[in-house]
């Protein structure tokens, strides 16, 4: 059974007190062993949003505001996770691709993916296939992540597929996809292998992926 102390941090992230979060993640810390502060408060409380999300309970601005709270609390988390030499789950690369400037369903996968325990390298929004592939290169990452809002920029992710398998990357990566147009359809149709209907869904991918 979770502790006390451990509930309280989950339901307080869970209303997105950052304030809160951080100050009983520090008294946590001093009783409690890091990896259950971090398992079963932080990633736990964050699974539960995102279970609450994809089942129309909660939407975007609490689960925006739920993962600040959780963010607080894996500021003094991250640093000693260092310390002590416990590693992410993998690392993943996302950004929204060449021709879109929107963001919001990125930025809430990425704070997913930050809250089920992945290194997270965000390129950003516009970004071209070449910075896909350099980014893989220079982190060693295991997924790609992109995402597109409009449909006129939705030929960028087959496009960065094609250049990642050009250098012989996609043995060495998984792909996955997501945004309003995009489908299941469209990702089988670009070889990609996976498809998120959301950020929940990213975060599913993922684990699926690394394993």
Not at 121 to 149: C, H, N, Y
Not at 154 to 159: E, F, G, Q, V, Y
């Amino acid at each position: 059974m979770i502790s006390e102390i451990l509930q309280e941090i989950r339901t307080h992230l869970f209303s997105g007190d950052a304030g809160k979060v951080e100050e009983l993640t520090k008294q946590a810390l001093e009783t409690i062993p890091l990896r259950k502060v971090l398992d079963e408060a932080l990633i736990g409380g964050m699974a539960i949003v995102g279970e609450k999300f994809k089942n129309n309970q909660i939407y975007i601005p609490e689960v925006l505001i739920a993962a600040r709270a959780m963010q607080a609390g894996m500021r003094i988390v991250e640093p000693l996770l260092v310390k002590e030499g416990i590693k992410p789950h993998g690392k993943v690369i996302m950004g929204t691709v060449k021709g879109d400037l929107h963001d919001i369903g990125k930025n809430l996968a990425v704070m997913m993916l930050k809250g089920a325990g992945f290194e997270v390298i965000d390129l950003g929004i516009d970004v071209p296939p070449e910075k896909f592939t350099e980014a893989v290169l220079r982190e060693g990452a295991q997924v790609v992540g992109m995402s597109a809002l409009l449909t006129t920029s939705m030929p960028s992710m087959k496009a960065t597929i094609k250049h990642l398998q050009s250098k012989g990357l996609d043995k060495k990566v998984k792909t996955m996809i997501g945004g309003a147009p995009v489908t299941q359809e469209y990702a089988n149709e670009i070889g990609a292998d996976g498809y998120g209907a959301d950020a929940p869904s990213a975060v599913d991918l993922a684990k699926k992926f690394i394993g």
